[in-house]
């Protein structure tokens, strides 16, 4: 049995939808960032935590590629030109997008008020909106980021466009809003969100 340890509406949610696609069976522990039962786990006190098979794996990413790659799905062989590009576009979402989002929600109410400079949002605004119009731009014709199935990118993407819409951060590329439209009517997304 998979345990997760962690409050849905952070980026937990990428594991629990990954889950979900996956058909694992799993326990959702909804531990808040800094609680003991987390600290325990993960000295940081960050969440996502996963314990499998005994063993505590922490950080969405790297979760989300043990899951991957354990299944043998959501991704492709490691060694291969593929991987090589599907890891690509992970570092390039978790650089680009979830780090200008995580910047803000840091300068929103993450940080003590003290140590908050509301005046850099507009600025990771803009550099969120430049990241989404060269991920367009990058984009091919596969339904999905890596191309003609869903992977561990395209979980990122889908959790981090609906973290921006909740920070007001806008997606207007074409080609990247169809993307999130079709990665948001999956069915495993939904009954997350329900």
Partial sequence: MLEVFGNARSRTFRVLWLLEELGEDYVHIPAMPGSKNVKVLNPSGKIPVLIADGEVITDSSAILHFLADR????TFPAGTRKRAQQDSWTHFVLD??????????RHSFVLPEERRVPALKPTLRWE????????????????????????????????CARWAELANFK????????????????????RLIR
């Fill in 71 to 74: 299944s043998r799905r959501f």
């Fill in 96 to 105: 680009e997008l979830d780090a200008c989002l995580w910047a803000a929600a």
């Fill in 128 to 159: 969120f909106e430049n990241s989404i119009r060269i991920l367009g731009e990058k984009l091919g014709t596969g339904p999905y980021i890596a191309g003609s199935h869903m992977t561990v990118p395209d979980i990122i993407l889908g959790h």
């Fill in 171 to 190: 997606i207007v590329e074409s080609n990247v809003v169809a993307l999130v439209n079709r990665l948001h009517s999956r069915e495993a997304y939904r």
